[in-house]
């Protein structure tokens, strides 16, 4: 059987399973895959589904995201955007509000540099914080033009600076 251009990911997997000391037989059972399957996954033989990656990832308590791009489903870039709106997420210092005004920033910086959105969007985001329409975000639940005034700024300088429409 002629080796796919999986390769990398095989030896990364590898890797990563001596890393955690477990067995081949170890990992199989702990993500739900067959020890063959998984086997020739490692000697790059197979090409798994995202589905499988994400139980591998799972079991080996590792970004199912890297393993993506490794294995050529997932472009770089996106891979450190999706971490980048993961880590904004998970940080506990800040609320729902400040998180979602974050990512909206985070998004039109983005789209300013020629980079559109990713899948998951300020916008997506807010349909699980709920839309902002307070200081911090303009009436379109979006930061203004500027996109620094409102996520750095006061209460008072929203209050103070008039919002002019962009569009």
Known sequence: MASLN???LGEYLREQRRNAQLSLRQLADAAGVSNPYLSQIE?????????VL?????ALRISAE?????????????REEL???????ADPSINERQKNVLLQVYDSFRK???????????AEAGSETGSESGPGAGA????GAD???RAGGSDADAVSKPSTPSH
């Open 83 to 89: 971490e980048t709106r993961a880590v904004i997420l």
């Open 147 to 149: 996109g620094l005034r």
């Open 112 to 122: 300013e540099n020629g980079f559109e959105p990713g899948a998951e969007t300020g």
């Open 54 to 58: 994400q139980q591998v990832a799972k």
């Open 6 to 8: 999986v390769g990398n």
């Open 140 to 143: 379109d639940g979006h930061p």
């Open 43 to 51: 000697r790059g033989l197979r090409k798994p589904s995202a589905e």
């Open 66 to 78: 890297t393993l993506y791009v490794r294995a050529g489903i997932l472009d770089e870039r996106e």
